[in-house]
């Protein structure tokens, strides 16, 4: 089991596209996926077309006492192959809690070691900001995706996000791969090119040398969640994250037979 964490501390940036579009391309294959919403604004649950109000069980269940089974937590989404478990908005308030209940920093690590076998991946869609939640899903992954819009002002939220990564990856001294996604990206703007290629040239290889353009196709996310018809599959950006999707899993199996 794989798990990919799609995180960036800087919002806007097409985090909940990236897990969707990321998730689906995977089910595509053959992979059994479960994607997990980690944000108490709960974009990826809504996109699924859950109510929000009275609040689903999810995410939060897992860091009760006692904690509930992620697999209790899962739905079937009408793609085949892809699963999601609901983010609720009180997810805000464990910040507060986790003074007082010791250990909540691997409590999604721990559901999903039980959780283990069921699914090929798990993609956790993580919050914009630096707290438990992100906290618990770096603690867990074995990659970091990082969504990064092609714009000046997200280089700061990059920059910051790559240094929480090398952070975390010191600490619990195995190695933790960073693949940077340059996503919402205008290739007819100045702006746009010359921020790609300071991307480039500051991170490397750990940047996909194309980026996902801005398509109106995919930018309601709910568009993701449902079987894709011929002509969504000719689309600008369901063809990038596809292409990303196979930049990422090459990466994956060199450094796998590396370790071997």
């Known amino acids: 089991m794989r798990i990919w964490a799609i995180a960036n501390q800087k919002g806007g940036v097409g985090k909940t596209t990236t ?27 809504r996109a699924f077309g859950v109510a929000v109000d009275p609040p689903p069980r999810g995410v939060l ?21 892809l699963s999601y478990v609901c983010a609720q908005a009180a997810l805000a308030t464990l910040e507060r809690r986790s003074a007082n209940q ?4 691997l409590a999604l690590q721990n559901a999903m070691t039980r959780h283990a076998g069921q699914h ?6 993580c919050p914009p900001t630096l707290g438990l ?5 770096l603690a867990a992954c074995d990659r970091v995706v990082v969504p990064t ?43 746009g090119n010359e921020t790609l290629k300071e991307m480039q040239t500051t991170y490397g290889p750990v940047v996909w040398e194309d980026a996902v353009p801005m398509d109106t196709r995919i930018c309601n996310a ?7 018809s011929g002509a969504d ?3 600008r950006g369901l063809s990038a994250y596809r292409r990303a999707l196979e930049w990422v899993l090459a990466d994956d199996a060199m450094r796998m037979e590396q370790a071997a």
Do not use: C, K, W
């Open 19 to 45: 897990t969707l579009a990321l998730g689906r391309g995977l089910a595509a294959l053959g992979h059994r996926v479960l994607l997990i919403d980690l944000d108490p604004h709960s974009s990826l649950t």
């Open 61 to 81: 269940d897992l860091f009760g006492t006692p904690p509930s089974d992620l697999a209790s937590l899962a739905h079937e989404s009408s793609i085949p192959g």
């Open 102 to 105: 010791p250990g909540l920093g």
């Open 120 to 125: 090929d991946y798990i993609l956790l869609d």
């Open 133 to 137: 939640l992100m906290i618990n899903a």
């Open 149 to 191: 819009q092609a714009e000046p002002l997200a280089l700061h939220g990059l920059a910051s996000m790559v240094r929480t990564a090398d952070m975390v990856q010191r600490s619990r001294r195995r190695e933790l791969p960073v693949s940077i996604l340059p996503t919402l990206f205008d290739r007819r703007t100045r702006a």
């Open 222 to 228: 709910a568009a993701l969640t449902v079987p894709a």
């Open 233 to 235: 599959y000719q689309g």
